[in-house]
């Protein structure tokens, strides 16, 4: 049987994205705007299903942005 690997789900990119925007406070909505992204991108990004690389690294920039201005 070959071996299995397996990934924490808290350590995808997305799950960390996710409790970024929870801990700001915004909602997927206000965190689409802020981004100028749809609001399905984000809910599929954080989700680790895929989205355009443009949408993911709008949607980084603005999380990143927001921790590190507090």
Known sequence: ????TTVKRDATLGCQARRLRV???????????LADVPAEHVMLFESNLP???????RILKELWGRKYKK
């Open 23 to 33: 801990a700001d406070g915004l909602t997927m909505r206000q965190l689409a705007d």
């Open 51 to 57: 989205v355009p690389l443009d949408s993911k690294r």
């Open 1 to 4: 049987m070959p071996p299995v």
